[in-house]
């Protein structure tokens, strides 16, 4: 499964959204859940886990990350962006193997 | 509390055999439902799931580098090996093992293997 990822990169200003989008080359979802998962990796720093089964908020990640989306199509939103969101982030699926990342969007914060 | 840590050589030559050691705390490999992942991430670029292992043995791999990859464990001293044959210079990447879940988790930091003559 290929996962494609846009932008590539974007700014976005202090307080305002920043939407990345991941779609899936086929399905990751059934009627219960979507097997697609969201991270934020900052550099020199392994992945942190943000969101999983694609609108599941992990422990600890602030509430303004929020995920959205099923079947082939799904979405990061990240409002509002604080300076502390300049970051690569990545989608994965856990549908089959192999698992799969995205190619990665690298957010600035104007 | 949950911590994984990876080590390996560090550099090595071009046709030689990689080996990882996943050192990790806080869950055992003997309990129901645990597994632990290795992904890797060349510099600038973006991660590449290989392998993972689970409390029974299962085993898969990345079918692009199956042939190359071999994952194991010790439960009783709470460890994840990875051997890769014959490396080559795009093998070069820092090299995570990763909790299995709802999602990853739980990473270690990474170790850096540098493949060059």
């Known amino acids: 499964i290929v996962l494609t990822q846009s932008p590539a990169s974007l700014a976005v200003s202090l307080g305002q959204r920043a939407t990345i989008s991941c779609r899936a080359s086929?399905?990751?979802?059934?009627?219960?859940?979507?097997?697609m998962h969201w991270y934020q990796q900052k550099p020199g720093q392994p992945p942190k886990l943000l969101i999983k089964?694609?609108?599941n908020l992990e422990s600890g990640v602030p509430a303004r990350f929020s995920g959205s989306g099923s079947g082939t199509d799904f979405t990061l939103n990240v409002h509002p962006v604080e300076e502390e969101d300049t970051a690569t982030y990545y989608c994965?699926?856990?549908?089959?193997?192999?698992?799969?990342f995205g190619g990665g969007t690298k957010l600035e914060i104007k | 509390q949950v911590i994984l840590k990876e080590s390996g050589p560090g550099i090595l030559q071009p046709s030689q055999t990689l080996s990882l050691t996943c050192s990790f705390s806080?869950?055992?490999?003997?309990?129901?439902?645990?597994?632990v992942s290795w992904i890797r991430q060349p510099s600038g670029k973006g991660l590449e799931w290989l392998a993972y292992?689970?409390?029974?043995?299962?085993?898969r791999y990345n079918p692009a580098l199956k042939s190359r990859l071999t994952i194991s464990k010790d439960t009783s001293s709470n460890q994840i090996f990875l051997k890769i044959t014959s490396v080559d210079t795009e093998d070069t990447a820092t090299y995570y093992c990763?909790?299995?879940?709802?999602?990853?988790?739980?990473w270690g930091q990474g170790t850096l293997v540098t493949v060059s003559a």
């Open positions: 994965q699926h856990s549908w089959e193997i192999p698992y799969t």
């Open positions: 086929q399905s990751v979802s059934t009627s219960s859940y979507s097997y």
């Open positions: 089964f694609a609108s």
């Open positions: 990763a909790r299995n879940g709802d999602g990853f988790a739980y």
């Open positions: 292992i689970y409390w029974d043995d299962d085993k």
């Open positions: 806080g869950f055992s490999l003997s309990t129901a439902g645990m597994g």
